[in-house]
Nanobody, 127 residues
Framework: QVQLVESGGGLVQAGGSLRLSCAAS????????MGWFRQAPGKEREFVGN????????YYANSVKGRFTISRDNAKNTVYLQMNMLQPEDTAAYYC????????????????????WGQGTQVTVSS
């Protein structure tokens, strides 16, 4: 049974930082990738980024490139999303999800390509 558990969300002022964690359990993840998505109220789920567990190749959405950083700790089966220079438009529920290894951003950005999802963690950025 694959489980993904996000943590680290909260309330932060604009310009601040948060680090989200996604702890994975239940299977070996070395042959997979992990994606981060977010969803604001009334909006569609949006791709944030993806990291390949074994190669470390990372894809980012243009909206977060240069502000957000994805990393992983293979020993802990944990993926991180470091978010800097947060803005009110970053307010959303953030989800991690397991997917296959991807080879371009376009394919990595499709939520239908991911099979397991966490429950989400809320990030609220005040202006």
């Amino acid at each position: 049974q694959v489980q993904l558990v996000e943590s680290g969300g909260g309330l932060v002022q604009a310009g601040g930082s948060l680090r989200l964690s996604c702890a994975a359990s239940g299977r070996t993840f070395s042959s997979y990738s992990m994606g981060w998505f977010r969803q604001a109220p009334g909006k569609e789920r949006e791709f944030v980024g993806n990291i390949n567990w074994s190669s470390g190749i990372i894809y980012y959405a243009n909206s977060v490139k240069g502000r957000f950083t994805i990393s992983r700790d293979n020993a802990k089966n944990t993926v991180y999303l470091q978010m800097n220079m947060l803005q009110p438009e970053d307010t959303a529920a953030y989800y991690c999800a397991r997917g296959p290894p991807f080879y371009n951003t376009q394919v990595a950005s499709r939520s239908s390509n991911y099979d397991y999802w966490g429950q989400g963690t809320q990030v609220t950025v005040s202006s």
